[in-house]
Nanobody, 124 residues
Framework: QIQLLESGGGSVQPGESLRLSCEVS????????IGWFRQAPGKGREGVSC????????VYADSVKGRFTISRDYAKRTVYLQMNDLKPEDTGVYFC?????????????????WGRGTQVTVSS
């Protein structure tokens, strides 16, 4: 009965920003973690960032550290991914997935339920 919906993608120029949202239906985000993964054409899913099921340490891929920020709004059942200083290499379809644990990891197999993704395109 749990569903995820990504939104906020778009087409921007390098250096600009986007904020992605992952809304989870009928649940509290306090009970599980959320991971953001992205997929470029012809490639597998790459872990971007994750936030644990409870307050704790978030995780970022080295490629986005310092530029992206993950956060959550429990009342809105939504996890956000603020993406600043976007680069062409950030282009891809961004997916959010549900994963359990008080510690999160950017390992795809740990996430069993996914949204349908939102497209992010960064080009000049």
């Amino acid at each position: 009965q749990i569903q995820l919906l990504e939104s906020g993608g778009g087409s921007v120029q390098p250096g600009e920003s986007l904020r992605l949202s992952c809304e989870v239906s009928r649940t509290s985000l306090q009970t599980f973690g959320i991971g953001w993964f992205r997929q470029a054409p012809g490639k597998g899913r790459e872990g971007v960032s994750c936030i644990p099921e409870t307050d704790g340490n978030v995780v970022y891929a080295d490629s986005v550290k310092g530029r992206f920020t993950i956060s959550r709004d429990y009342a809105k059942r939504t996890v956000y991914l603020q993406m600043n200083d976007l680069k062409p290499e950030d282009t891809g379809v961004y997916f959010c997935g549900i994963g359990g644990g008080i510690v999160c990891y950017l390992t795809e197999r740990l996430y069993d339920l996914w949204g349908r993704g939102t497209q992010v395109t960064v080009s000049s």
